[in-house]
């Protein structure tokens, strides 16, 4: 039957509250009689701590509760379904990044705990600190953490087929280094929390957050209670990219509300934003392709070194999907892969949209255009005659139920006039070039969590005929709601604003694994329309009773219910639920949608073989850009991008993701560094540089609907790699324009006109 609203551009249910400013986010929501919270951070990098002292803070008027690290008998812990515990929600006797949690206090107002903050002295003896992986790895390095036998935090060695000899077969064989830098996500709205420890032992959390399932497990264990004393209740989010998977200022905000009685609020400021937050991964990639003189792919190999910073997190599963889902892109079965995830004094480091993939993509497919170079074939030929294809099982063992990455590329690249402003004339101050690169990713992602994957749905409809519905996945900005409400209106043939989709509160939601790996549309999709149609079965028992006429007859368009070819029967959807409340005793209608992905298995620790997700979306974009050859600026003025995104559910919010995401990606290319003096990353705004309006360009979005088998409708994710290829094709283009590669991101004007210089000392 064909949908109405499903693949319609609808503006999202809650577009008015956000552009008028009425919507409560976790930064606005607070509590009556609430305290303030501040938190007390490491000024140096590296150091034991040898004496602390709060007897001034505790006296100072207004301050409620001061609580430290060294005080406090607190356990090690990691992020839920990680294997490392080498973190605490503040530092026993060690400090180990410019910003680690020491102390907090909670007061009156906010000036008061800033105050109390400045009177707690703590003395600390320094330790050598380690600033880059490499000198971490060196052996007689200090080491990070005591308890852990070194630095290397998780070491991974595999190969697949039989590398050496596919390499011995080449005709071409390229090789080459790239590095990735410390990028923030820059969300508009800073971490916040407000928390309270009631007398019976139960935390209460509320806070703008992607996975609170996650994290009631992980706050347990961090807080050293059981798991069902922990509630999660999901304020509105005002941007996350991965960054609002867990926060160290919650489960601080509970143990200030346990010592003082009463609720705390904690909201960073910007500044410790960059300082104390988790930053996407830096990466050092040395990368060696081998091909046939036609261009087929026949080897690959690779070494990674990750800067985790100075915790874990999820820093394996990071490093895991950076070193493996590339690989998947194109047809190669000959694969040898080392990597470090190396612990340094800097601040630990996390998901950040592409979770690993947008560091990999940049090396993987830079030196794709070095081996089209070197074999004389046009960038886009390579991709093509290599491609992974609907069918296909990858070495990795990924089932690829859909594939639209062939017609992606053709379809970019027609649009982007590919051939011919690949062949024009170079010349001039300002020099215009092309650049082509390609991605893929997941939807739902089992690389590193063995609990269980699928989503679940709640729907309920009350005797008002309103529907409400219930995920564990939050919409953290990107218009699930929309989306989901859009999915449920088809089924239950009522209009998607007459449907509300709530946030997830850990008490009455499903027990959903969250918002992380472009895991929303596909799996809680799937869930919700599977809950719609048990509930469409329960309105149309109940109307053909009423109408007296078969169930098969039943129809629902706009929520009038009617009886096919007979007009004079009819009743409202309102009616009908207001029949089935009263006939349950004043009960509602209540159903539970699951959606559990068949064939779709755990990494394997040492293979890192397994199907990890039910359906894999595929990217490509051309970047045209202009290269100004005096100044060393680089400018985007065009880019075409083409998603197989399987269905498009709603066109609208989906060119505004990807239309985000480009200016992520621009960022991350030309902009974007979180620099270190010393080890600190102290920053805002000023300082660091991202994507603004009059950076973007003008982009050229199409949508390559491949119809998944697995997805709901067919959909598969978007979200993430969408920013994935940005950052390559653009290295690529400037290649085109001025034929240097760079290397490094981000590709400064500096680079650019050292890159310059050094092309023409080399004549």
Same mark, same amino acid.
């Given at each position: 039957m064909a949908k109405k609203y499903v693949g319609q551009g609808i503006p999202m249910l809650n577009a008015v509250e956000k552009v008028t400013g009425t919507m409560c986010f976790g930064a606005d929501f607070t509590l009556p009689g609430a305290l303030y919270g501040k938190v007390l951070r490491s000024p140096i990098p590296h150091g034991?701590?040898?004496?602390?002292?709060?007897?001034?803070?505790?006296?100072?008027?207004?301050?409620? =509760? %001061?609580?430290?690290?060294?005080?406090?008998?607190?356990?090690? #812990?990691?992020?839920?379904?990680?294997?490392?515990?080498?973190?605490?929600?503040?530092?026993?006797?060690? %400090?180990?990044?410019?910003?680690?949690? %020491?102390?907090?206090v909670a007061a009156v107002d906010e000036e008061t705990a800033l105050e109390a903050i400045k009177l707690i002295e703590v003395e600390y003896r320094e330790l050598p600190a380690l600033f880059s992986p490499?000198? &971490?790895?060196?052996?007689?390095?200090?080491?990070?953490?005591?308890?852990?036998?070194s630095n290397i935090a998780d070491h991974i060695e595999y190969e697949i087929g039989d590398v050496e000899k596919a390499f011995a077969q080449s005709d071409v064989i390229v090789e080459d280094e790239f590095y990735s830098g410390m990028v923030h996500q820059a969300y508009l709205e800073p971490q916040s929390v407000?928390? +309270?420890?009631e007398y019976t032992g139960q935390v209460t959390i509320w806070a703008p957050v992607q996975v609170p399932q996650s994290l009631r497990y992980s706050y347990a264990r961090a807080l050293g209670i059981k798991p069902e004393h922990v509630r999660i209740i999901q304020c509105n989010v005002g941007g996350g990219f991965g960054a609002k998977q867990e926060c160290k200022i919650h489960p601080i905000a509970a143990l200030l509300s346990k010592y003082s009685g009463k609720p705390v609020k904690i909201v960073n400021t910007r500044e410790e934003e960059f300082m104390a937050t988790f930053p996407r991964m830096p990466m050092k990639i040395r990368m060696k392709i081998g091909a046939t003189k036609d261009g087929i792919l026949l080897a690959k190999e690779s070494k990674f070194i990750g800067d985790n910073g100075a915790y874990t997190n999820y820093g394996i599963g990071i490093m895991v999907s950076a070193i493996t889902r590339h690989d998947n892109l194109y047809r190669i079965k000959n694969i040898k892969t080392t990597s470090d995830l190396v612990y340094t004094n800097k601040p630990a480091t996390n998901a950040f949209r592409g979770f690993g993939n947008p560091q990999?993509? #940049?090396? $993987?497919?830079?030196?794709?255009? /070095?081996? &089209?170079?070197?074999?004389n074939m046009d960038p886009a030929e390579l991709r093509l005659k290599n491609a992974t294809q609907t069918g296909d099982v990858t070495p990795y063992g990924w089932k690829i139920g859909s594939c639209g990455l062939s017609e992606c590329i053709e379809k970019a690249t027609a649009k982007a006039g590919w051939q011919q402003k690949r062949q024009e004339e170079k010349t001039g101050d300002v020099v215009r070039g092309i650049g082509l690169a390609c991605c893929l990713h997941v939807s739902g992602n089992r690389t590193f969590l063995p609990f269980f994957d699928g989503a679940a749905a709640f729907l309920r409809i009350d005797e008002e005929g309103r529907v409400i519905i219930q995920v564990g996945e939050p919409d953290i900005g990107q218009g699930s709601k929309t989306v989901l409400a859009q999915m449920a209106a088809d089924e239950l043939g009522i209009k998607p604003d007459t449907i509300t989709v709530t946030n997830v509160d850990t008490a009455v939601s499903p027990?959903?694994?969250?918002? $992380?790996?472009?895991?929303?549309? +596909?799996?809680?999709? !799937?869930? %919700?329309?599977? =809950?719609?149609?048990?509930a469409k079965e329960v309105i149309f028992k109940y109307a053909a009773e009423k109408l007296n006429v078969p169930q098969e007859e039943i129809e629902i368009e706009d929520g009038l219910i009617t009886a096919r070819g007979?007009?004079?029967?009819? /009743?409202? $959807?309102?009616? /009908?639920?207001?029949?089935?409340?009263?006939d349950r005793g004043g009960g509602t209608i209540q159903v539970t949608g699951i959606f559990i992905p068949q064939d779709v298995t755990v990494v394997h620790p040492q293979t890192k073989h397994g199907n990890i997700s039910c359906a894999y979306p595929f990217v490509a974009q051309v970047a045209e850009i202009e290269v100004n050859k005096e100044t060393g600026e680089v400018k985007v003025i065009y880019l075409s991008a083409a998603h197989d995104l399987g269905k498009v559910i !709603?066109?609208?919010?989906?060119?505004?993701q990807i239309q985000g995401a480009i200016a992520q990606g621009i960022g991350y290319a030309l902009f974007e560094d979180l620099k270190l003096e010393n080890g600190s990353t102290e920053s805002n705004f000023r300082q660091y540089r /991202?994507?603004?309006? +009059?950076d973007m360009p003008d982009i050229d979005i199409t949508f390559v609907e491949t119809e998944d088998p697995n997805g709901p409708y067919g959909a598969k994710g978007l979200a993430e790699p969408a920013l994935t290829p940005t950052a390559p094709a653009i290295a690529n283009a400037i290649y085109n324009a001025v034929g240097i590669r760079l290397k490094e991101l981000p590709m400064t004007p500096e680079k650019v006109l050292a890159a310059l210089k050094e092309k023409n000392k080399q004549g």
């Open positions: 034991r701590i040898a004496k602390i002292d709060t007897s001034k803070a505790r006296r100072l008027p207004g301050v409620a =509760a %001061v609580i430290a690290g060294p005080e406090l008998d607190l356990p090690l #812990f990691t992020a839920r379904g990680q294997r490392i515990d080498d973190d605490r929600v503040m530092v026993k006797d060690k %400090v180990h990044y410019i910003g680690d949690e %020491v102390a907090a490499e000198e &971490a790895m060196q052996p007689g390095a200090p080491k990070m953490h005591d308890h852990l036998p407000v928390a +309270t420890w990999s993509h #940049f090396a $993987f497919e830079s030196l794709l255009d /070095i081996l &089209a170079d070197k074999l027990h959903g694994l969250g918002t $992380f790996g472009d895991r929303v549309t +596909t799996l809680a999709g !799937n869930a %919700v329309r599977d =809950a719609s149609i048990k007979k007009s004079d029967l009819k /009743i409202s $959807f309102k009616e /009908i639920s207001q029949m089935a409340s009263y !709603n066109p609208l919010l989906a060119e505004g /991202i994507a603004k309006a +009059t």
